[in-house]
């Protein structure tokens, strides 16, 4: 528990030491509010969060953010959205499908609340 930085458990034992009790304390890091756990997020994956309403098609997305290399807009764009949790596949079990599309999770839903709010 030291290595993950988790306060030390305590042990408790009846006077005949027949029964005992371990508490494990809770992470400091547990008791914060998620948004605060939340992986930063880059300026490409904002827009990204931004532009997705609904469920979108890759081409869609990246039409609509205006980019033309494909490429760039998977390794820069899309795949950190997904990397962070905030955006999903429709189909993650087949990433290649023709009707594959992509949306925001909770978590991402969130988090453009929150910024919205700002």
Request: glycine share 6%.
């Amino acid at each position: 528990m030291a290595a993950n930085g988790s306060p030390a458990p305590l042990f408790e034992t009846d006077d005949d030491r027949c029964a005992y009790v371990i508490r494990l304390p809770v992470h400091p890091l547990a008791r914060q509010p998620a948004m605060e756990v939340t992986p930063e997020v880059t300026p490409e994956v904002t827009r990204v969060l931004f532009m997705l309403q609904g469920e979108c098609s890759r081409q869609q997305l990246q039409d609509a953010l205006g980019l033309r290399d494909d490429e760039h807009f998977r390794k820069v764009y899309l795949l950190p959205a997904l990397d962070t949790g905030l955006a999903e596949m429709t189909i993650p079990n087949k990433p290649r499908s023709s009707k594959q599309r992509y949306r925001l999770t909770a978590l991402g839903l969130q988090w453009r609340r929150a910024r919205v709010g700002e």
